[in-house]
């Protein structure tokens, strides 16, 4: 309860901030989006890993307040980038499952891209399987009005959570992001790459675009990337780190 209190005050003074971790095109090596990870720069403890309070905030709606922020956050964040030059700038954000639910994802996604005046192809929000199966009619209806803004969709962690591969069919998403325990464990055995491979496959024959995340090493972009995935994010390329230590990439259409 401490800990939820302090929370609270931290959004009201200012402590909590985002660092991006960059996703490159695996073909070009282009950067061509950033994920927004929270932080909370805490009075006591230092730069807290949401990991630490995501779990506290979620327990009541403070995480609809945190959540709300984040994609204000984000999408200022765009703005200023869109400002300097890197027009196709991409930034996801993920969401949290009570977000997703809360029925009003729509609506404060439209206001904070109206708000700084910035293109819905610039957001893109990262969902889980877990949180489209709790109700999945409602989660179809959600998924469409936020399609229908224009914002980009991905499931994130793929592979790790429930879901069934027909209700895959039947959501609108457009990313899958593989679970970085089944990039880890390519070169690791002969199956290692067993779960990659198949999500790759899968997402090309829906048409969706596949991200690789927690590609550490050299030997896995390269595997990756024979493999025909789109994007890789990991620690090979950056770890998060603030919106100022970003090295832009230089204009797509120089
Ligand atoms: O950075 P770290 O490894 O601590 O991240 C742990 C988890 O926190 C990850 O699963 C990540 O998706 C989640 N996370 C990071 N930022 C946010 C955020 O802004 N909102 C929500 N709901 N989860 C986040
Ligand atoms: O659940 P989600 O995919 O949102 O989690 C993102 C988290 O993964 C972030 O906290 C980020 O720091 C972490 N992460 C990003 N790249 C790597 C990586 O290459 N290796 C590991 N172990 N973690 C990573
Ligand atoms: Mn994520
Ligand atoms: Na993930």
Known sequence: LQLEAALKRAVERDQLLLHYQPRVDARSGRMCGVEALLRWDHPEAGLM????????????????????????????????????GWSDAVVAVNVAARQFTSG?????????????????????????????????????????????????LSLDDFGTGYS????????????????RSFVQTIGCGPDGAAIADAVIALAHRLKLRVVAEGVEIEAQRRYLLAQGCDELQGFLFSRPLPPQALALPAPAHA
């Open 49 to 84: 890993a949401p990991g630490q309070f995501i779990p506290v905030a979620e327990r009541s709606s403070l995480i609809l307040e945190l959540g709300a922020w984040v994609i204000d956050r984000a999408c200022q964040q765009a703005r200023e980038w869109i400002a300097q």
């Open 104 to 152: 009003h994802l729509d609506t404060v996604v439209q206001q904070a891209l109206a708000r700084h005046g910035v293109p819905a192809r610039a957001l893109e929000l990262e969902l889980t399987e877990s949180m489209l199966m709790q109700e999945p009619d409602a989660a179809v209806d959600m998924l469409r009005r936020l399609k229908a803004i224009g914002v980009r």
């Open 164 to 179: 069934s591969l027909g209700y895959l069919q039947r959501f609108p998403i457009d990313v899958l992001k593989i679970d």
